[in-house]
């Protein structure tokens, strides 16, 4: 069981930006891809970014598409959401997630083993 811790949330006005980190706990965090969601008071949980186990392929959801950048280190077993351009519709809880495979195809495609508990991202206008 791969356990994930996030960091980094916080309370924004519109057009800041903000970096989510992703630590885990497992030395094998190099052979699987890692992702991104966040849930939305009311709202059905949202799979918003996703990065192969080497880095070499990302995904997004077309909501955050051009504004967030998800990346890894290996070395520090952290995954992170570089979030800019913040918007109040951004306003959600933010969790990462381990999957199943190494590679991504698509982000419905995607298969999760394990997730994090979530920070808070609250964005004002």
């Known amino acids: 069981q791969v356990q994930l811790v996030e960091s980094g949330g916080g309370s924004v006005q519109a057009g800041a930006s903000l970096r989510l980190s992703c630590v885990a706990s497992q030395r094998t965090f190099n052979e699987f891809a890692m992702a991104w969601f966040r849930q939305a008071p009311g709202k059905d949980r949202e799979l918003i970014a996703a990065i192969s186990k080497s880095s070499s392929s990302t995904d997004y959801a077309d909501s955050v598409k051009g504004r967030f950048t998800i990346s890894r280190d290996n070395a520090k077993n952290t995954v992170y959401l570089q979030m800019n351009s913040l918007k109040p519709d951004d306003t959600a809880v933010y969790t990462c997630?381990?999957?199943?495979?190494?590679?991504?195809?698509?982000?419905?495609?995607?298969?999760?083993?394990?997730w994090g508990q979530g920070t808070q991202v609250t964005v004002s206008s």
């Open positions: 997630a381990a999957a199943w495979s190494s590679t991504i195809s698509t982000l419905s495609s995607m298969r999760f083993r394990s």
